[in-house]
């Protein structure tokens, strides 16, 4: 999670909490993320609220403050707290219509959040009414050789927004705004790691359902075909032609799913990310960023006229306070 906030020394307004779609692990600058959170409980989001306003309020912030959190089996992991504005404020401003930044060097400069008619940061980014996700932009494509899997060093070089009013079309809308594509129809490869065999199975069947074929290495594939899910198997490229990067070459693989682990597994499917990459494939190397996908693809097929356009302004009715903030 990263949490963006203003204090005045002694109050605290809590701007924004944003739910990466990656785990932890993974740059935040790489990591997607949608503000407000989309898979979190709401006790979660509470508890989180408050421990920033506590260390906010012991730090005597004066202006912007931006705290990293982890959460694993509902237990709230502190990362890193930073008193000073973050790359996600940009962000934050426009999801929530609060330019946090001028407020920011306001009370930098000696004013109090009091004087700002703000709403209640309890509930302020639930009565939005809509999602905001931050999609990270790569230049792999200008960097021959280099690897797209994402780690702990940063690696984006830029960042787009998506917003609409559910999590998919968000992410969905974020995910083309960064440059890629979301097919509508064709194959789709899926090859896990074993611990993200269970989530690869949902993903196979979100895909099955809006009319997919699913073809898979043979690790996943035999689990996937163990719980009745119908899936080809096909080879590896050690394993003999014809294998996966001949169908990703010819044409016959629109998406591509890929997570692993383990340094001769890493070297082994680095001909696949290399390929879906030069070829333009859509892809996604985390389990969490492949249910994104699978979501956001599911809804552009299921929606009339696929994803909606329409003006950042429009999504934010005119509230008191906000021109009093302005």
């Not at 997607?32 to 421990?51: F, M, T």
């Not at 290399?274 to 699978?294: D, E, H, Q, V």
């Not at 693809?297 to 934010?316: C, E, M, N």
Request: with cysteine.
């Amino acid at each position: 999670l990263d949490v963006d906030c203003l204090c005045d020394g002694e109050d605290t307004f809590v701007a924004g909490i944003m739910e990466h779609i990656e785990e932890a692990g993974i740059h935040s600058g790489d990591s997607a993320c949608s503000l407000p959170p989309y898979s979190l409980p709401d006790s979660i989001v509470d508890e989180v609220r408050k421990q920033t306003i506590a260390m906010a309020k012991a730090l005597k912030v004066k202006g912007l403050m931006n705290v990293q959190f982890a959460v694993q089996a509902g237990v709230i992991y502190i990362i890193e707290v930073n008193p000073r504005a973050s790359r996600t404020t940009p962000f934050v401003a426009k999801a929530t219509g609060i330019p946090i930044a001028k407020i920011a060097a306001r009370l930098m400069a000696g004013a109090k959040l009091s004087e700002f008619n703000l709403p209640d940061d309890k509930t302020h980014m639930k009565a939005l009414g809509h999602i905001a996700v931050k999609e990270a932009v790569f230049p792999f494509a200008r960097f021959a050789g280099v690897d797209v899997l994402l780690g702990p060093e940063m690696k984006s070089t830029g960042e787009t927004m998506g917003i609409d009013t559910s999590f998919a079309a968000a992410f969905g809308k974020g995910f083309i705004g960064s440059g890629s594509t979301l097919p509508k129809k064709g194959t789709a490869f899926v090859s896990v790691r074993d611990r993200d065999k269970a989530g690869a199975a949902d993903i196979a069947q979100q895909l099955l359902s809006v009319g997919f074929k699913v073809v898979c290495t043979r690790g996943t594939g035999e689990h996937l075909q163990s719980l009745g899910i119908a899936v080809e198997i096909v080879n590896k490229v050690h394993e003999g032609r014809p294998h996966i990067v001949d169908m990703m070459k010819d044409g016959n693989i629109q998406l591509v799913f890929n997570t692993t682990d383990g340094a001769q597994a890493i070297a082994d499917s680095a001909s696949i990310r290399k390929t879906a990459l030069f070829g333009k494939i859509p892809y996604a190397t985390t389990i969490a960023g492949s249910k994104a996908m699978a979501q956001a693809i599911t809804a552009r097929i299921k929606s009339p006229d696929g994803f909606g356009v329409a003006p950042l302004q429009s999504y934010f009715t005119k509230k008191a306070g906000k021109k009093d903030a302005a």
